[in-house]
């Protein structure tokens, strides 16, 4: 990560000045001495400091907001309908609101109705196939004031692989900078490959992004996937920043509650060994792509290594029938041969 602060009117500062427009907060004297304060930091350190005591400040007096999960339908299997209520995060901080009913609807029609518990978070299943629908949305009122937001909806067939891809270091080169404190992140790049790959996989798989950024970044990062023109699909973020910071356990027990509605969830794509762990902990064929060391992390990880998208293609490629065949690849999981099931694309290529 480049450095978050740089001389004179750093990252940092510019950033709250955007929070203190935004909240009306420039007549408070406590806003004024903290960013007055960072914007002159270089100690990173320091700048955490200021922070914290500046969402103490914020957090109270910010509004409600409402952020919606991607809806899944599949034929025969119940969806899961999942929202988050909070107080707008600063700096990623955040404030789950419990115990206010959210009402979900597809099309105008209510589907469901739950309080949000832990986080701010409510959650529920329904079998809402074999209905279809344009548009999804979750209401809550919050303080007496309704606050709404919608979501996509992804219509799934049951018979297609299910694949978890990593978002930041496996298909985007992040520049955390511009990610946590500017408007909109204009200078992550995709990782070479990875866009045209996941296009050649959308067309016999489903894909489901999986990220342990925290939820704050999700409408970001939905941008950031559209405007780089990645194949659709929903994007499951960190709940909290608890998730945010045990990245590998939020994977393991998020793919574990994804896994009982999505049985079929049965690959993941990442770049580092905490992402195959959580794929193997829930009987899933990790993909790792990595640049480096690729050999040795093939026998120590005992998982499927590749150096780059391209190869990632080829791998999908030979192994096409099995790994597009649900049934058969959780059967070769289950019975601890997968890794002699695979074929290896280098080998098949000088053939």
């Known amino acids: 990560m480049r450095a978050l602060v740089a001389e004179g009117d750093t990252a940092a500062g510019r950033y709250l000045k955007r929070v203190g427009r935004r909240y009306r907060l420039g007549a408070s004297p406590a806003f004024r001495l903290v960013t007055g304060f960072v914007g002159r930091l270089n100690d990173r350190r320091l700048v955490s400091t200021c922070c914290v005591v500046l969402c103490v400040v914020v957090v109270g007096c910010s509004p409600a907001i409402l952020t919606l999960d991607g809806l899944v339908l599949v034929r025969g299997q119940e969806s899961m309908l999942l929202a988050q209520l909070e107080r707008e995060p600063v700096l990623g901080f955040r404030d789950g609101i419990e115990n206010v009913r959210i009402r979900f609807r597809v099309d105008g029609r209510q589907v469901a109705e739950q309080l949000t518990a832990d986080e701010g978070r409510a959650s529920t299943f329904r079998d809402l196939s074999p209905a279809s629908g344009a548009e999804f949305e979750a209401i809550a009122v919050v303080d007496g004031r309704t606050v709404r937001t919608t979501g996509s909806i992804f219509d799934w067939r049951d018979d297609l692989t299910i694949i978890a891809v990593d978002i930041d270091g496996t298909i985007s080169d992040t520049d955390y900078d511009d990610l946590i404190f500017d408007d909109e992140d204009k200078d992550s790049t995709p990782i070479l ?73 049965l690959i993941g794509i ?82």
């Open 193 to 265: 490959n990875s866009r045209e790959a996941l296009f050649a996989l959308a067309n016999d798989f489903h894909l489901v992004y999986v990220t342990g950024r925290p939820r704050f970044l999700l409408e970001k990062t939905r941008a950031w996937l559209a405007t780089h023109g990645f194949p659709p699909g929903p994007v499951i973020a960190a709940g909290g920043l608890r998730d945010f910071l045990r990245q590998g356990g939020f994977k393991r027990e998020t793919l574990a509650r994804f896994r009982q509605c999505w049985p079929n969830l």
């Open 270 to 351: 990442g770049d580092k060994h905490r992402d195959a762990e959580a794929y193997r902990a829930n009987g899933m064929l990790p993909v790792i792509v990595t640049a480096n060391d690729v050999a040795r992390k093939r026998r120590t990880w005992q998982v499927a290594v590749v150096p780059g998208w391209e190869d990632v293609t080829q791998l999908f490629a030979v192994n096409h029938r099995l790994l597009s065949d649900p049934r058969a690849l959780a059967d070769t999981i289950n019975n601890h041969c997968i890794q002699g099931a695979l074929a290896d694309p280098s080998d098949v290529s000088r053939q």
